[in-house]
């Protein structure tokens, strides 16, 4: 249990577009979902903390109006890159705590979407 | 976790060795840990966790072992596969309401035949 789709797992946009990428909680509700950035052999950087009903919180030096988050659901947060550059090209990948009570309490990743704007 | 702008170290052993994967940790207030494993183009892989209250937990072929006086954690695995050749993150829960999970730089294991 506790599985958690994302959404495109690729996708190749044209400089100055904006994309979309979804993560949805299948089998449970998901109050809290997390956005990661990755670098090719770099680790994951927590770009964002996205809040169901409530405003998104951003970690230090993401830009808010440059990566909109909306969690208008329990079971789906969005991360639109807007306005997208060759520099946003990267690896993105969605996370959520899994519900207590469920083995293995931790957390569930979707399976990340390769973003290349050219 | 350590900083992100640095490159992954790397680990080479040869298959049926066993392997210590090492990880330094930033928050001392960090209550549970987590090891992921990682191939290429793809999610972050559970392999096991450990609370603060704990020192050592063990799993199958694998063993997280956490120092907190040095903010020190480490995976062991044992009799190391191919299969077990891709990047180990470790991360940290930052003990706070929030549930932020944060990751650390990660290592590159290859284990050679």
């Known amino acids: 249990g506790a599985v958690v789709s994302q959404h495109p797992s690729r996708v190749i946009c044209k400089s100055g577009t904006s994309v979309k990428i979804e993560c949805r909680s299948l089998d449970f509700q998901a109050t809290t979902m997390f956005w990661y950035r990755q670098f090719p052999k770099k680790s994951l950087m927590l770009m964002a903390t996205?809040?169901?009903?409530?405003?998104?919180?951003?970690e230090q030096g993401v830009e808010k109006d440059k990566f909109l988050i909306n969690h208008a659901s329990l079971t789906l947060s969005t991360l639109t890159v807007t306005s997208a550059h060759p520099e946003d090209s990267s690896f993105y990948i969605c996370?959520?705590?899994?519900?207590?009570?469920?083995?293995?309490?931790?957390?569930?990743f979707g399976s990340g979407t390769r973003l290349t704007v050219v | 976790g350590e900083s992100v702008g640095l490159h992954l170290p790397t680990l080479s052993v040869q298959e049926g060795d066993n392997s210590i994967i090492n990880c330094a940790y930033s928050n001392s207030a960090s209550d549970y840990f987590i090891w992921y494993k990682q191939e290429s183009g793809k999610g972050p892989q559970f392999i096991i966790d450990?609370?603060?209250?704990?020192d050592k937990r063990q799993g199958q072929r694998v063993t997280v072992l956490l120092n907190k006086t040095v903010k020190h954690l480490s995976l062991q695995i044992a009799a190391t596969q191919p299969g077990d050749s891709a990047v180990y993150f470790c991360?940290?829960?930052?003990?706070?309401?929030?549930?932020?999970?944060?990751f650390g730089k990660g290592t590159k294991l290859t284990v050679n035949p």
């Open positions: 991360a940290e829960n930052m003990g706070d309401l929030s549930e932020k999970l944060v």
């Open positions: 996370s959520a705590p899994r519900p207590r009570g469920i083995s293995n309490y931790g957390y569930t």
């Open positions: 450990i609370r603060s209250n704990m």
């Open positions: 996205s809040n169901e009903g409530s405003k998104a919180t951003y």
